[in-house]
Structures are given as structure tokens and as C-alpha cells.
């Protein structure tokens, strides 16, 4: 395993991202400005300040490098280290172009980067899409050109052959010149029964993965190789077309056995839930590298229309993941959901307009060691979300400063 892999570390606040987000608000403000509207800029607190027609465009654009300026000092205090954080790009929920616009709103908007699901079918009726994510990857690393690009989850074990998953993770590494992660984890009988060839338990899908991880990692040394393992056969094979730079493997985790399979053949981890243990689980074992931790949201107005958000789209998180692993299909997550209410997930989801809500839970997961927060951010509205992470979110969320351990 790699040991010397980028991003092993939590990143200082990425200043080029702030200033560039604010300068970018400030010029549209002074287009807004001189349309007669009220444009708002964020103040040295955090708050919005308005202001209207009759400010000066270089008293706008003074008070923006100001605030700039002082934003940019504050998160590169010396010892001060900051979280990254990315958007989920549900293929569920959304069809492929708007997958792609989305992303591209979210480099806009300042994520540091995207994470894509890749299924073949939803959760649910009301998700309604499911493309096949390699082919979007492909389409947002060329329309992108700064923000990180990652999966979250690829199967390489049933649905594709690891031979097929190195090919394709190296060619959004080319495309992308550098900037893709490859985050693998065993699946969800969901999505990998339709090839027929049963679903594994989960002891031997762990087996299988970490002979798939070693093949994907034969075939980016770009030789003409061949692997004979107890799952897997690759018969002289070679990649020709490969990245400058290693590709980083990250690892799903929900457990014990889960991170100490990540030590052994990953670069990182990503998880659902955030607990400490699972960090410490694979830091004993040796693992090293990115912590990603992602959470469900229900963005919206109020309350009740945020609730009712992440009841009709995500109410298949209540099932927790022994559950959500072993139903064969969408019918059954429809089934296995009838009696989940709403108020079963109102302590469980965050939801609302409040930006406190966000930051409260995305601490959660600072203070248990991730460092890669990706918020999954449920509906239809994804461009509300983009815009409120922009203007409000992204600020206090840069602010988060893990717990002493």
C-alpha cells in the first residue's frame, strides 16, 4: 500500500477557494447594483451585510478584499487545520445532466469536492433515475477544472471486474489530470444481483474486495501483468493510458473488520456514521490517510418541508446498514420503509433552513477524526442547496476545528 499518497493530511483552509468565491459575489453585486437591486456580501462575522444601489462599486470591492483578507488570515493561523467539504452527487435522485450541471455548480460554489454514488437501481420509486455514473464522471471531469472528483461507493466485485474499475478509475484520472479518488467499498445485493451471480456474505465480499483492490493496483503499474486469486482471474492485461500521479483507493468501513481491510489495501476511509471507533479501529491498524465522513440533509425553507424532504427520499437510512446491504431490490426498500414516519427521523437527519443544524452535524464527524465532510443533500432543489452552502454554509462549516483527543 502506498504510504506516500496525497491528501494524507487535512488541508490548511483553502484560501484561493474563499477569496475567489467572494471577489466573484462582489462582482455580481455590482452588476445587481447598478440594475437598482440590494446585494448582500458576507461580513467579517460571518452575517450578511446589504447593501443597496447607492454604494460605490469601489467601496464594495474594497470591503470584499477586506473581509477576504481577514477570512484568509483567520483559517491559516499557525496549527489551525481545516476539514474539506464535497457534495454528493446522488445518481438516484437526479438524470445525468443535471448530475453534471450540478457539479459544476458546486465547484462554483466552492466544495472542495464531489462524490458520485454509482448503483444500478435507486432506493426508492419516488428516486426515479439511476445512470451509470462512469459515464457522468467523464462528462464532470471535462467540464471541471479544480474541484476533486471521487466515487462513493464503486463495487468492484460482482456488478464490474477489478479489471474494468482500474481501466476506468485511470481514465477519470487522466481526464481530470489528478484530481479523482477512487472509493471502493462490498456493496448492496441492491445493485450487484443483477449480473446472477448470487450476493456473498459479507466475510467472503470482504475477501473478495481486497483481491480486487490488489488488481486494480497491478494494472495502474501500466505493465502487461496477470493475477490468478481465489475470486479472480486477469489473463495479460494492460492499462496504456494512466495519470501522472497515483490514484488514492479509499475504503468504505462500517465496522471492525471493514477498517482493518481499509488498513491493509487503502488510502483512506469513508463512512456513514460518526464514530470515533471506526477511526481509531483502522489508525490502530494501521491505516493512514483521508477520513471521509458523509451525512443526509434536508434542506428547505422550513422545518416541516425539510422533514418532509428526507422522509420521501432518504427515509431508507432508518433501516441502518445491515438492512440496507442485503434487500435485492427497490421494491423491498419501498416495502421495508411503509411504516417510517417522519418523526422517526427528525432527531436522526438534519433539516431546515438554519445553518447551525448543518454545522452541528458535520462537527460531529470532525470531532470524531474525518477530515472529508460530504453533505448529501436530499430533493429536488439542488441548486438551493449549492447557493445556501455558498452564501451561509461554507463560511461556519470552514470554521470547525476538531476536538482534542
Known amino acids: 500500500m502506498a504510504s506516500d499518497v496525497e491528501n494524507t493530511k487535512p488541508r490548511l483552509c483553502p484560501a484561493y477557494s474563499l477569496r475567489a468565491n467572494v471577489l466573484r459575489d462582489v462582482q455580481l453585486s455590482i452588476v445587481a447594483a447598478a440594475e437598482g437591486a440590494r446585494a448582500a456580501v458576507l461580513a467579517d462575522d460571518g452575517r450578511e451585510e446589504t447593501l443597496t444601489a447607492a454604494a460605490p462599486s469601489r467601496l464594495l470591492l474594497d470591503q470584499a478584499r477586506s473581509v477576504t483578507m481577514k477570512r484568509f488570515r483567520a483559517c491559516n493561523r499557525p496549527g489551525v487545520t481545516m476539514a474539506q467539504f464535497g457534495y454528493k452527487l446522488m445518481t438516484e435522485t437526479t438524470d445525468p445532466r443535471t448530475l453534471v450541471r450540478n457539479a459544476r455548480l458546486a465547484?462554483?460554489?466552492?466544495?472542495?469536492?464531489?462524490?458520485?454514488?454509482?448503483?444500478?437501481?435507486?432506493?426508492?420509486?419516488?428516486?426515479?433515475?439511476?445512470?451509470?455514473?462512469?459515464?457522468?464522471?467523464?462528462?464532470?471531469?471535462?467540464?471541471?477544472?479544480?474541484?476533486?472528483?471521487?466515487?462513493?461507493?464503486?463495487?468492484?466485485?460482482?456488478?464490474?471486474?477489478?479489471?474494468?474499475?482500474?481501466?476506468?478509475?485511470?481514465?477519470?484520472?487522466?481526464?481530470?489530470e489528478g484530481r479523482f479518488t477512487l472509493a471502493v467499498g462490498a456493496g448492496e445485493r441492491l445493485n450487484e444481483h443483477v449480473v446472477g451471480q448470487g450476493w456473498p456474505a459479507v466475510h467472503q465480499r470482504h475477501a473478495m474486495l481486497h483481491e480486487a483492490v490488489e488488481i486494480v493496483r497491478l494494472l495502474w503499474r501500466g505493465e502487461t501483468c496477470s493475477y490468478e486469486g481465489e475470486f479472480f482471474h486477469v489473463d495479460s492485461a494492460r492499462i496504456y493510458d494512466l495519470p501522472q500521479d497515483p490514484i488514492p483507493i479509499v475504503v468504505g468501513i462500517s465496522g471492525e473488520k471493514s477498517a482493518q481491510l481499509a488498513a491493509e489495501v487503502g488510502d483512506g476511509i469513508m463512512a456513514v456514521e460518526p464514530k470515533w471507533d471506526l477511526v481509531k479501529q483502522w489508525k490502530d491498524a494501521g491505516g493512514k490517510g483521508a477520513r471521509y465522513g458523509e451525512f443526509a440533509l434536508g434542506y428547505a425553507a422550513t422545518k416541516k418541508a425539510g422533514l418532509a424532504l428526507v422522509h420521501e427520499y432518504s427515509r431508507f437510512g432508518a433501516l441502518g446498514w445491515?438492512?440496507?446491504?442485503?434487500?435485492?431490490?427497490?421494491?423491498?426498500?419501498?416495502?421495508?420503509?411503509?411504516?417510517?414516519?417522519?418523526?422517526?427521523?427528525?432527531?436522526?437527519?438534519?433539516?431546515?433552513?438554519?445553518?447551525?443544524?448543518?454545522?452541528?452535524a458535520a462537527r460531529k464527524f470532525v470531532d470524531a477524526g474525518f477530515d472529508?465532510?460530504?453533505?448529501?443533500?436530499?430533493?429536488?432543489?439542488?441548486?438551493?442547496?449549492?447557493?445556501?452552502?455558498?452564501?451561509?454554509?461554507?463560511?461556519?462549516?470552514?470554521?470547525?476545528?476538531?476536538?482534542?483527543?
Request: negative net charge; contains cysteine; glycine residues 6%.
Open 322 to 360: 445491515s438492512v440496507l446491504s442485503e434487500l435485492p431490490g427497490v421494491s423491498a426498500f419501498e416495502d421495508a420503509t411503509r411504516f417510517v414516519k417522519p418523526e422517526d427521523l427528525r432527531a436522526e437527519v438534519p433539516h431546515g433552513p438554519d445553518v447551525e443544524t448543518y454545522v452541528e
Open 107 to 176: 465547484e462554483e460554489a466552492g466544495f472542495d469536492f464531489v462524490s458520485i454514488s454509482d448503483h444500478f437501481h435507486p432506493w426508492l420509486e419516488s428516486h426515479g433515475h439511476s445512470p451509470f455514473a462512469w459515464s457522468v464522471l467523464g462528462a464532470i471531469a471535462e467540464t471541471t477544472q479544480k474541484i476533486g472528483i471521487s466515487t462513493g461507493l464503486t463495487c468492484p466485485i460482482m456488478r464490474y471486474h477489478p479489471a474494468i474499475v482500474a481501466q476506468a478509475a485511470a481514465t477519470i484520472g487522466v481526464m481530470s
Open 372 to 405: 472529508r465532510i460530504v453533505l448529501l443533500a436530499v430533493g429536488p432543489d439542488q441548486e438551493a442547496f449549492i447557493r445556501f452552502f455558498e452564501a451561509k454554509l461554507a463560511y461556519e462549516l470552514r470554521s470547525l476545528k476538531p476536538a482534542r483527543r
